[in-house]
């Protein structure tokens, strides 16, 4: 029951992580706001593929048994993970590019 809650909240955080993005790329010049979106997309990609890997990894493993629902929660982990590190790249590089001129 407690995974519904942890969907939810993802949910939650990835609207808002998107509507930041949003603001970035209607606030700031075009040409800045996509260097800004790519570079974070490709920080989030990164660290969801190493997150998906260690999991693989785990599952993989004969000495380490895994159920489904460790296995979901690992997966949702990961994606926590690269969400947060989303969010943190785009306030970094927005940050870091607005006193680029």
């Known amino acids: 029951m407690n995974i519904h809650y942890a969907v939810i909240g993802l949910a939650y955080l990835i609207i ?3 509507a930041y993005a949003v603001i ?10 996509e260097v800004i979106i790519d570079k974070a997309f490709k920080n989030a990609y990164s660290i969801l593929a190493f ?9 993989l493993l004969p000495h380490i048994t895994l159920d489904n629902q460790t296995t979901s929660y690992l997966i949702l982990t990961s ?14 590089f927005s940050k870091k590019y607005a006193f680029d001129k």
Not at 85 to 92: E, I, R
């Open 16 to 18: 808002l992580v998107i």
């Open 24 to 33: 970035i790329f209607t606030n700031s010049e075009e040409e800045k706001s």
């Open 51 to 59: 997150g998906l890997l260690v999991v693989y990894g785990l599952f």
């Open 79 to 92: 994606k926590y993970i690269s969400v947060f590190t989303l969010g943190a790249s785009l306030y970094v």
